[in-house]
């Protein structure tokens, strides 16, 4: 794809936006860094060093201006925001692991909750930004275990400390919202994704990383929760939400500052069971064991997220069905292990034809 087609996507507004992403070295923002910078955008980076090795961030080898810096310092974030002057902030820097959050809530909340006041606390104290997509999850809802979509006003719950503090997270921001930035000018939105896959995540305790990494030293993994559906989409699916978000935030749009679902449509969720026999199809070094053991904290059975708002009024669709998420996700970790070839790009060009064949507003095909 031409740089020049590439750039005009959502209405050319991030071509030399200084744009700042918080959790930059984590698996969602490293892939959001490469489409921002592919876009002619001014990429900030903020987060702690990664932890795994291998990592995305690393892998790509960005040139982009990566600061490795804490949320939970805000004297720093002053620095920073007064500094390098972002236009917009998408702030996913987050403890994002429900099992460590078990052995670890303080950090959890402190990150996740005060880590994004403080994110709103910079952008207070600075002049330039006018707009902040704030990325939580699907888990922020009181989960009731029905068999029906969570829309965006329904109550915030979350039972283990991650859940919670993402529905913490949303508190706060419609407290923000309200009593500071719609105010000020400055949009706030925040958005709600389902279980993301796709290549480069090598997360702890995470079903795709696990079961990639057991297969490339020929192992097998061990699944917990194999009937727990989950709303499974690409990486790259909430990450036009989020950049829809922010278009219509850096337009001055209000109706967007708001709470938003990005999730899959109903037929992406499936078992933690067939995503794993599914996945094996794709690689045969697939390998796994169902232990029951291993679900020694409550997780979720039933989660599945309702999309009407997405769909309707920032017309956001979901471009990959679940067969073809899996494919591009098992491809990327198979190129990877047995070629050393990192296909980032290449599933880039590809989600966005896609996305263009579907006639999507913010590909400006329509
Ligand atoms: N991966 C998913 O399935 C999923 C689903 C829904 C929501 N989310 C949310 O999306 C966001 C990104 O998730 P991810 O999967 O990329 O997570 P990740 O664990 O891969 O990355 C987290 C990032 O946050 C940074 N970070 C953590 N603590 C920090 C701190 N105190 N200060 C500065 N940076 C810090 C890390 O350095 C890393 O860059 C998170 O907010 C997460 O809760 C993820």
Redesign the pocket.
């Known amino acids: 794809m031409e740089i020049m087609e590439i750039e005009k996507l959502f209405g050319g507004i991030y071509k030399n936006k200084v744009c700042l992403i918080?959790?930059?070295?984590?698996?969602?923002?490293s892939w959001l860094a490469r489409w921002l910078t592919k876009m002619g955008a001014i990429v900030i980076g903020?987060?702690?060093k990664?932890d795994n090795e291998p990592n995305h961030f690393e892998l790509l080898n960005e040139n982009y201006t990566s600061i490795t810096?804490?949320?939970?310092d805000l004297a720093n974030l002053n620095k920073i925001f007064n500094k390098y002057k972002p236009e917009i902030v998408f702030h996913?820097?987050?403890?994002?692991?429900v099992r460590y959050s078990y052995e670890n809530p303080i950090e959890t909340f402190q990150?996740n909750v005060l880590?994004t006041m403080n994110i709103y606390e910079a952008t207070r104290n600075s002049n330039s930004v006018k707009a902040i997509v704030n990325?939580?999850?699907?888990k922020c809802y009181e989960n009731k275990e029905w068999i029906w979509g969570y829309r965006e006003n329904d109550p915030m719950g979350g039972h283990d400390p991650y859940s919670a503090s993402?529905g913490c997270s949303e508190l706060l921001t419609a407290s923000y919202q309200k009593s500071f930035f719609n105010t000020d000018n400055i949009l706030l939105a925040s958005a709600r994704?389902?279980?993301?896959i796709g290549g480069g995540?090598w997360?702890i305790d995470r079903l795709v990383p696990d079961m990639v990494k057991a297969a490339s030293n020929n192992n097998e993994v061990f699944i917990r929760s194999p009937y727990a559906t989950r709303p499974w989409q690409h990486v790259l699916e909430p990450l036009s939400g989020y950049l829809n978000l922010g278009w219509k935030l850096l337009k001055g749009e209000k109706t967007f500052a708001d709470g938003w679902n990005f999730g899959p449509d109903q037929d992406n969720n499936i078992s933690v069971l067939d995503l794993t026999k599914n996945s094996k199809v794709l690689w045969n070094k697939i390998n796994y064991t169902v232990d029951k053991n291993l679900a020694n904290h409550h997780e979720a059975n039933l989660l599945m997220l309702d999309c009407s708002k997405a769909n309707k009024i920032l017309k956001w669709k979901p471009v990959w069905d679940i067969k073809q998420t899996l494919e591009k996700t098992i491809g990327w970790y198979k190129s990877f292990y047995q070629n050393s070839i990192i296909n980032t790009d290449n599933d880039l060009q590809e989600y966005i034809q896609s996305a263009k064949d579907k006639s999507l507003l913010w590909t400006g095909s329509i």
């Open positions: 918080t959790g930059h070295t984590g698996f969602k923002g903020y987060s702690l990664p810096g804490n949320i939970k996913l820097a987050a403890q994002a692991l990150t880590g990325i939580t999850s699907d993402k994704a389902g279980n993301v995540d997360a």
